[in-house]
């Protein structure tokens, strides 16, 4: 498949996907038409759609047929829906008016005839609207197996290995009529060029050529250092100046370089210089331009080469310059093998030479990718003799190298096995599905950085909006935190469409082949590999959806909330949970079973659960009370039992505590439920230190809490509110004792400060002179708590 011909696939794709603005208009104009009328447009539609199916040849526009009968089958469903609520009508006042009756009104018996012929008018339209939509589904069928049975055709065609005689022996045996078609294409092309062109036509071609080459090269040149002149010294100092540059750099690319090769396409037509043959070769070669246009434009938004503080990918240099003439080789390869089956096509050459003019192409696109992987994989090597040590792989960095090779291998090893649209289709599939992938980062990546910038609370943008509505600014910011991640899962679900639009229609029902292979009932339950392959492909989709969600909760939208640790921890866990039950709900539901027979297991199961999984029942309950209820929440300084320490992350099944040797305590969260548990900072996060010492009889009271009324005012983790104070406590033994209390911010503060304020006591009544006596008393005697 050429890539001219991707843009339009991925429009196809996209509006078969989303069949909602078809379905809607289809049920605007069911809604303005009598149901009746659109009924018989419908059927003639339908009609011609058969009659074109018939007659279309195997490269006719199958796409444009099914769109046709999709929208038949929308209208006629909107019909049925029609008529339906008007039969409702007429049978309601056929059951008010009752049965037959002997002596009745004469009008009463005319107007229960006309209602009844009604009914069963309606009736009948009813019928007819749903067996017409049910033979526009099966139409549709019909086209996806038409257009199933060529990709399979086109793609799985096996030829002669390249690596035989037999191969070469045809080639050879059609040369010559190949060379004498192509001669004569060029001879018809030149003679049009030497004869039709007029000095007005040859003025014409030197005008548009010349601006053509004004356009790629003074004006982008122009435009790239302007934009990256005004990034650097007029634009404010935000994330958004990276994006925004290298979107800047992908729009003045891609534009001047399509309008350029449109020019000179458009001189040569207007200076009449080409036959039909040479024009259509032209503007398909100007197609590919354009995609090659886009591809080197995007390799330099993305390398910018010593320019590595702007770059959006974190690589080096290095690595940069490594890679800034594969987006060039790329987009030569593209044009080069665009041309190679376009001139086939036109001079209607023989099948082994449009088989080599593909196996041409596999061989670029596969040396193309290897040369990239053995680029990036000689930097790796290099990257670690320097660093004298194996650096750490990003597995999903690993993960895409060997999937590069292992693609490598397998396009090789189907050419060699004659397989040469198959490793054509592989190679073209990986280079367009990295344009669409990097296109889709870059744009998420622009769009994510506009919105938060322009919508950050402290931003100008921010502020009038919040000004203006009556929000606050940390509504306003979290407001563009949603509104970015929507529109970059949008943008990722049509890039994802635009990546599988290159194979078209023909691998949708790949996996109801491989389900008719064979079936397993189970219990009533018939399970097909097809649906074991949309399970798993379910459950890795909804768990990856959910990571990245849980991700994004943790690190962008909930720190930018006043939630505070704990609450947030609640939120990301039970968001998490509920997350995996229904992506393990969608894969249940992909394998074909019922919610329902779910319930019926869970039932039959109910009696084990309660006895052998109490314990873990128990404590999932416990958790969900806990991050529900918030009695302890991370942060807190708690004491069960005899331990005592920070609650450092509440699960689901057990809450993790970080105690004073700095190890892990992990309780069960039934324990922190069912069992006494004493949080020191749950109502109120302060901590209490209290003094209690005694001196001899002798010695001044007044003096004593005066002297440590200073210490407490001096200390800088003491608080003034609640006020510090000092009492006597009691009279024994000849001694007075004393009990001080303070307070600090945390109790984590408390044994620390309580040290600090015994040390500095101690000192004050030694320079104040009082005895050793009183000295050693105090210190014999202090004690103090928390």
Known sequence: MKYVEFTCRILLFLCLFFGSAEIAAAQSTAGALDPVETLDQSASELEAVRSSLQTLGPDGDYDALRTRSQTVAAASDASAEALVSRLAAVQAILETIGDPAEGEA???????????????????NVKRARLLATAARETIETINRVVTDRFNRNTLERVASPFSASYWQNVSDNWVVDLSRLSDFATAASSRVANAVTPQGWATIGATTAAAIFLVLPVRLRLKRFGQNYARDRAPHTRARRSGLAVWFLLVGSITGSLGVTLLVQGLEWADALTPAASSLAWNLALA??????????????????????????ISDQTARALRFFPVVTALIVLIGTGLVEVNRIVGASPPASVTANLVTAVFHVVLLASVLAVLGRLRTLRDREAEEVTARLPLVTAAMLLGWLTVTVCVLAIARGNVNLALLIGREIVWAVVVIAGAYLLTTAVDDLITTLLAKDSRAGRAVARGFGFRTETVQQFGLVVSILLRVMISFFAAGAVLAPLGGGTAPAYTQLSGITSVAVAGIVIQPGAVLRAIAAIFLGLGAVRLLDRWMNNTFLPATSLDAGARNSVSTILRYVGIV?????????????????????????????????????????????????????????????????????????TEIQIGDRSTLIIPNSELITKSVRNMTLANPLGRVQITFSVPMEEDPDEIIAILLDLFAEHEAVLDEPTPSVMIDSLVDGKIAFNGISFVSSPRLVYGTRSDLLLRLLRRLKSRGFSAEATLSSLSDAAGET
């Open 289 to 314: 331009s354009v995609f090659g246009a886009v591809v080197v434009s995007m390799g330099d938004a993305y390398l910018l080469v010593d320019r590595g503080s702007w770059r959006l990918l974190p």
């Open 582 to 654: 229904v992506a393990v709900s969608w894969a249940v539901s992909m394998l074909g079973i019922g919610l329902e027979r779910v319930a019926l297991l869970a039932s039959a199961l109910s009696v084990g659960i309660g006895f052998g999984l109490q314990a873990i029942t128990q404590n999932f309950i416990s958790g969900l009370i806990l991050l529900a209820e918030r009695p302890v929440k991370i942060g807190d300084t708690i004491r069960v039992g005899a331990d005592e320490g920070d609650v450092k992350r509440i699960n689901v099944r057990s």
């Open 106 to 124: 004469p009008d009463v018996v005319a107007q229960r005839s006309e209602l009844t012929l009604e009914r069963d008018e309606l009736d009948s």
